[in-house]
């Protein structure tokens, strides 16, 4: 009977914080749907003549994750609630899986370091050429540009391959580089100056760097990341973690579930 009651009481508490832990993952899955969806219904994604391109929306990306967290939380919520064995074994392959492609992925970027600067250059020289065509790549490019404090990929010049920014465009951007290059874009320290990078590429280095950040963005990443690695890889090593966690307890509970039933069949039967 003492055996049968430890098996109770681990099997509840294994319950109770599988339960706690999805119910938390479930709330980040749904916001971060909520957010995705937030971002296509602003951007009226869903227009009949927009819905066509829906398919390269970054904000999809979001909304698929958002999804795929949810649902598997979910599962391993109920499963841990009701004590369903058939839900636990699928929330835990489905983690397993997780963990499987998360860890092929750190190889495969390991493996490939070498390219990722090549990736990484011609990333941001196609977002530079559609950055007047897609919100999307805009607001990607000026988080950057303005929170590091670049312009453009190599050099601020780098700018002259948008057909909107090169000199021998009509408008009045030629020549110029967007605000988020500029050393000051608040005119008067409150007003927004979208003008103030106009004519830039057409400044010398020494007149340009009171105006512009002349440091390309991609020499920027790879400073941010050599200065957060520590970070990175501590939040990398905790999140594969709990995953490894979540898989190991979802298992102790499946077998305490199957001693409780085995001990009730047998008590039965007697």
């Known amino acids: 009977y003492c055996a049968y009651t430890s098996v109770i009481t681990a099997c509840q508490c294994l319950c109770y914080f599988l339960f706690l832990c999805n119910l938390v993952f479930t709330v980040l899955g749904l916001v971060v749907l909520g957010l995705g969806m937030w971002g296509l219904i602003s951007k009226e994604s869903f227009a009949q003549e927009k819905i066509g391109s829906i398919g390269t929306d970054p904000m999809l990306m979001f909304v698929m994750l958002g ?7 979910l599962s391993g919520c109920v499963g841990a609630l009701r004590e369903n064995c058939c839900l636990l074994k699928l929330f835990s392959a489905a983690v397993l899986v997780l963990i499987t492609i998360q860890v092929v992925v750190a190889i495969i970027a390991y493996s490939l370091q070498d390219q990722i600067g090549g990736y990484l250059r011609s990333g941001m020289l196609a977002a530079m050429v559609h950055y007047q065509d897609d919100l999307d790549l805009r607001f990607i490019t000026d988080e950057i540009q303005s929170n590091l404090q670049c312009c453009g990929a190599d050099n601020y ?7 909107y920014y090169n000199c021998s465009a009509p408008g009045v951007l030629a020549c110029g580089v967007p605000a988020t290059c ?9 007003v927004w100056n ?15 760097q009171s105006v512009i950040f002349l440091g390309g ?32 307890i979802t298992t102790r509970l499946l077998d305490s579930i199957q001693q409780h039933k085995a001990y ?6 007697g």
């Not at 009730?264 to 039967?269: A, D, E, T």
């Open 67 to 73: 999804f795929v967290l949810t649902m598997l939380c």
């Open 157 to 163: 010049r780098d700018w002259e391959i948008n057909i």
């Open 182 to 190: 500029c050393v000051d874009p608040l005119e008067n320290g409150t």
């Open 194 to 208: 979208s003008q103030c990078g106009v004519g830039a590429q057409l400044l010398d280095e020494f007149t340009a």
């Open 217 to 248: 963005c991609l020499g920027g990443i790879s400073r941010w990341i050599k200065q957060h690695e520590g970070v990175i890889g501590t939040v990398a090593i905790i999140v594969l973690g709990v995953q490894i966690l979540t898989v190991f």
């Open 264 to 269: 009730l069949h047998y008590n039965m039967g």
